[in-house]
């Protein structure tokens, strides 16, 4: 009984530990070297110091007491029981760096910004003597927004610890996110100094030599790095999107080749990538290798099956295209959007049918799918079956009132409707959604023009060319009509000139060119100019009036005839034009398409 007194009065006396405790200090004798660095392996460099300044920080038996069962709270994820032990812990031994500091981490990673800055100032840098300490302070007063503090702190860092690379890294991020470029440079030069061999370093000057916009030094620098460190998978990164952005896709091929073959064949996002890159270079069989062994590897991933899709869609393989979908498809009906993309086909294949098959299975399973109802209307739309289109684009416009499509196809369905009135209120409506959309305003300047409102179609024209300066239809549709009006000779001629540019093979732009080198006097030009819009375009019964209307102007009367009988033949309907026949001596046209033109090249 006497030893049993004795013993409770030691322990109140803080002369000693129950023989528990005692038990529980052997047991976690290693804990402080796990949970000092807060999940970071310590430096080879400590030679286990860590341990060391626990006992002589808190060496106070109570105080320890209290940091073995904070300790053990950390590690069952309770901080707030944490947060008291270490608390009742400085109670016993208020001057403990060691428990300020292990306080510090648990508010900074509780959020507790004020608190984690008030501990870790009571911490003398000068006193500090491990360096996960000098790295995690730094991070306290960088997140607390005292960056000036954390420079001082990974400064003092380097000096006690020149072979610690995560001070440095630290150091130099912290610069680069301050643009202290210069700065940040000299921190990782001062790196390689004494750790020769960091990639990392190099990888940081890389950084910093492309935002001083030195393309040449980033690349050496990023392919040091891979030299330093063969998986570098961010410097492979940088190194090919700077080859992608020098416009050099066969390096950034080259450079995901290498990574794919020498380092990891099975990275998802490099194996896509190269395929993208190949897919850009036209090398479609080199991208369905990639993709064929992607898909060994992962047969269910869905990126990769509609990336397949796509490829034999662009080559025009669109059977192939349908069979991966409709394969898809089996195992997961309920992915729309594959669903919406089978329709897409079907459509450039002109099989309406199985495309609105697709589309109306996609609504039936979620009325509110836009892009399905989008399609139905266009399909409807391009199939004339206009009350269809107009109620499907209406369900769009409810459905997704800020999105310009279903007012462009609302208004392209009045225009078909010849409802102008209709197509201009609906085209005006999508602009009071997107002011900034170049086709609505295209658009409803060709509704104005049907409504005989020829100043509202200038203003609309040029609002297009100003929202898009290379929308082609909106420079011929401009030119054309200033030269067709014999106004503005000079811009109809630069307009038109400017559409011929972007697109030399559209005939309809071509004609359009010789219109107004025509009203401008200059035939031989014009003549030589409809000569190619014939050429390109046979058919068009407005390209063979204009070619009559320059052989006229040259007194070739046999040719201006041939070539209005021409275009009369295309188009009887065009009464002016067989008046103007009649009235130039050329008799009565003849009103059939038996006669063949010698004027067709």
């Known amino acids: 009984m006497k030893s049993t007194r004795v013993l409770a009065m030691k322990v109140r006396s803080g002369q000693t530990f129950p023989m528990w405790l005692g038990r529980l200090r052997t047991l976690l004798w290693g804990i402080p070297l796990l949970v000092v660095s807060c999940g970071t392996a310590p430096s080879p460099t400590l030679n286990g110091q860590e341990g060391s300044m626990v006992t002589r920080e808190t060496s106070h038996p109570q105080a320890y007491y209290h940091f073995l069962r904070g300790s053990l709270a950390e590690l069952n994820n309770d901080a707030t029981m944490a947060v008291e032990e270490y608390q009742a812990g400085l109670a016993f031994d208020t001057d403990s760096k ?25 911490i003398p840098v000068s006193e500090v003597s491990q360096a996960p300490m000098f790295f995690d302070l730094a991070k306290i007063f960088a997140g607390g927004g005292d960056t000036e503090r954390a420079l001082e702190v990974l400064t003092e860092g380097e000096q006690h610890f020149p072979q610690d690379e995560r001070i440095y890294i630290s150091h130099g991020t912290l610069l680069l996110n301050m643009k202290e470029l210069q700065k940040a440079e000299e921190v990782f030069h001062e790196l390689l100094v004494h750790v020769p061999g960091s990639a990392e370093a190099h990888y940081f000057l890389g950084v910093i030599a492309l935002e001083a916009k030195t393309k040449q030094e980033a690349k050496a620098h990023f392919r040091e790095a891979i ?40 990275h998802r996002e490099f194996r896509l990538r190269i395929i993208r890159l190949y897919i850009g270079q036209q090398n479609t069989d080199k991208a369905l290798n990639h993709l064929d062994y992607f898909l060994q590897e992962n047969p269910d991933d869905l990126h990769a099956q509609v990336l397949k899709a796509q490829i034999y869609g662009e080559l025009g393989n669109f059977p192939a295209a349908i069979k991966e979908l409709n394969a898809i498809l089996r195992v997961r009906p309920n992915e729309l959007r594959v669903r919406d993309f089978l329709g897409l086909l079907y459509e450039e294949m002109k099989d309406y049918d199985r495309a609105i098959q697709a589309y109306r299975t996609n609504v039936q399973m979620d009325s509110t799918f836009f892009d399905s109802i989008l399609h139905l209307g266009f399909v409807s739309y391009r199939l004339k079956r206009n009350q269809e289109a107009l109620s499907y684009l209406d369900q769009a416009v409810n459905l997704n009132p800020k999105r310009p499509e279903p007012y462009l196809l609302l208004g392209l369905t009045h225009f078909q409707m010849e409802d102008y009135h209709k197509a201009k209120a609906r085209l005006e409506e999508g602009i009071h959604q997107d002011p900034t959309n170049a086709e609505l305003h295209f658009n409803l300047g060709t509704a104005y023009d049907k409504l005989d409102l020829f100043d509202k179609v200038v203003r609309e024209m040029k609002q297009t060319l100003e929202l898009d300066p290379e929308h082609a239809d909106a420079l011929n549709y401009l030119g054309y009509s200033y030269a067709d009006r014999g106004i503005n000779g000079e811009q109809a001629l630069a307009l038109t000139q400017r559409a011929v540019a972007l697109k030399p093979h559209n005939g309809y732009y071509v004609d359009s060119l010789a219109w107004a080198l025509y009203k401008l006097g200059r035939i031989e030009e014009a003549q030589e100019t409809i000569q190619r819009a014939v050429s390109l375009v046979s058919d068009d019964p407005v390209i063979y009036e204009h070619m009559g209307d320059i052989f006229l102007r040259q007194d070739e009367r046999d040719k201006a005839r041939e070539a209005w009988l021409h275009s009369l033949q295309l188009d009887s309907t065009n009464k002016p034009l067989g008046k103007r026949f009649r009235d130039a001596g050329f008799g009565e046209p003849i009103p059939t398409l038996s006669h063949k033109s010698t004027l067709t090249p």
């Open 98 to 122: 060691f428990l300020k500091f292990r306080l510090a981490k648990l508010h900074f990673s509780m959020s507790h910004l004020p608190e984690a800055l008030n501990l870790a100032r009571q």
């Open 227 to 266: 030299a330093l460190h063969a998986t570098f998978e961010r410097a492979y990164l940088k190194l090919v999107a700077i080859s992608e952005e020098e416009k050099d896709p066969q390096e950034a091929i080259a450079l995901l080749e290498r990574y794919l073959i020498e380092v990891n064949p099975h």
